[in-house]
Every structure is written in structure tokens, then in C-alpha cells.
């Protein structure tokens, strides 16, 4: 298990003075990235081994969102490898040990030069401890979406949209989803489903539904309809 400490800042929060969902899915992505870094798996090795970790799914569930200057440890660990794909949880937990923010994640590992799927190998996953899986809600890989959809915006792919891999970064699609939810809206549940990747500059439809308690937001590329992904947030 990968443990980081972290203070949650003013850059962290939203109007309410509670972190944001972005700056949750951060924290999360930050320590994510810290524990392969400390093994000698981070963005050095992927770009020398030409391949790297893109996201399939999100499951995350907020029991609370935390306050401004509070202090909260994240923890990360892998909890199985299978094929070319790796499964992973992140918690969050205030200075009592409760567990505020708890999340499940799928990845696949990919090759740079052919954008595809690749074995993982026992190189690949050693310096990774793994651990039990956290005990959190199973609602499975895909996302049920409802029949109908309404369009609500085109948007364009910015620089500051752009990781590593040259794409838009898995946790701008969960920042995106969540400018279309009321303000006053604090989601306790968010389900991410990664389809394909969008790149600089690329024009983004944004299309909404709702389904009793439930917001999908789907993003998909403006010129071929492909979709890039599907967030549902309750």
C-alpha cells in the first residue's frame, strides 16, 4: 500500500469551501502516480518500455467531501493483474481513520507505438504489493445509459486538457461531466466508463440525461460520433 498525506488547499476547493470533485480526483490520480514513481514503474520506465496505463473504468464513492486546510491521508494499492489489464483502489481517510472517499479502478496496459492492448509483464508489476480489495459496491464495467439524450454543448480539447500520453486526461472527463450538475449538487457516487481517447484541439459534443436521481453525461468526438466517454453521477 502506497500512503501520501495531503493537506486539502485552497486550489482544492469549490465555492463552498469543500473539495471539489476535481480536486478529489487529483488527490487520487496524484497518488496513484506517486506509488508507481516510487517503484522506478513511473513515467520514465513507460516511456522507455514504449507503453503506458490508460483508464477503463472509475467506481467512486464520497461519503464526505472534506473542508478547506483539513487533513486527509490517500492511500493506493494494486489488488490484482490479469492479461493487459490491472485493478487498483484508492481511499481516502480523515485524521480518525474514517474513510471519507473510496474508489475502484480498471486499467489496461497499452502499447505507445500501436495503441493497443499488451500482456503485462512480470517486469511491468514488480515493486507492486498487492493487496485484498477494499470491500466497495460492484455495479460492474458498463454503464446502462437511457435511450434518450439531450446535446448541451460542444467544447474543444484545451492544452491544459492534455496529459503525458498526448490525450485528454482521464480526470478531466469526470471535471467536465460535473460542470452540467447543479452547483449545489454534491454527487455521493460516480461511474466512469472510458471508451476512446480524445486529443489537442479535438471538438467535443456534451450530451445529458437524467434518470430519476441519476445524471449521465455523455462525450463524444463532434466529426466521427465517436464516443469518449460516459459519466453517471448520483
Keep these: 500500500m502506497y500512503t501520501y498525506n495531503k493537506k486539502i488547499l485552497f486550489s482544492d476547493i469549490d465555492q463552498g469551501a469543500k473539495m471539489s470533485l476535481a480536486g478529489i480526483m487529483n488527490a487520487m490520480q496524484d497518488c496513484v502516480n506517486i506509488n508507481s514513481e516510487s517503484i522506478g514503474k513511473g513515467i520514465d520506465y513507460l516511456l522507455e518500455t514504449k507503453r503506458t496505463w490508460f483508464a477503463i473504468n472509475w467506481y467512486i464513492e464520497i461519503n464526505r467531501y472534506p473542508k478547506m486546510f483539513e487533513d486527509v491521508v490517500v492511500k493506493t494499492w494494486p489488488y490484482d493483474f490479469s492479461s493487459s489489464m490491472g485493478f487498483r483502489n484508492v481511499i481516502m481517510e480523515d485524521m480518525s481513520g474514517q474513510v471519507i472517499v473510496a474508489a475502484d479502478s480498471i486499467w489496461t496496459l497499452v502499447d505507445l507505438d500501436t495503441g493497443r492492448p499488451i500482456r503485462i509483464t512480470e517486469d511491468d508489476t514488480k515493486g507492486y504489493d498487492l493487496e485484498d480489495k477494499y470491500s466497495i459496491e460492484n455495479p460492474g464495467r458498463k454503464i446502462k445509459l437511457p435511450n ?51 486529443k489537442l484541439g479535438e471538438i467535443l459534443e456534451v450530451y445529458k440525461a437524467c434518470q430519476e436521481n441519476r445524471t449521465f453525461i455523455k462525450i463524444q468526438g463532434k466529426d466521427d460520433g465517436s464516443v469518449k466517454a460516459v459519466v453517471e453521477l448520483v
Design 148 to 198: 434518450e439524450f439531450e446535446l448541451i454543448d460542444t467544447v474543444a480539447v484545451k492544452k491544459s486538457d492534455i496529459d503525458y500520453n498526448g490525450h485528454m486526461s482521464n480526470g478531466k472527463y469526470i471535471q467536465l461531466a460535473d460542470e452540467y450538475v447543479p452547483v449545489e449538487t454534491h454527487p455521493s457516487k460516480i461511474r466512469v466508463e472510458y471508451k476512446s481517447q480524445s
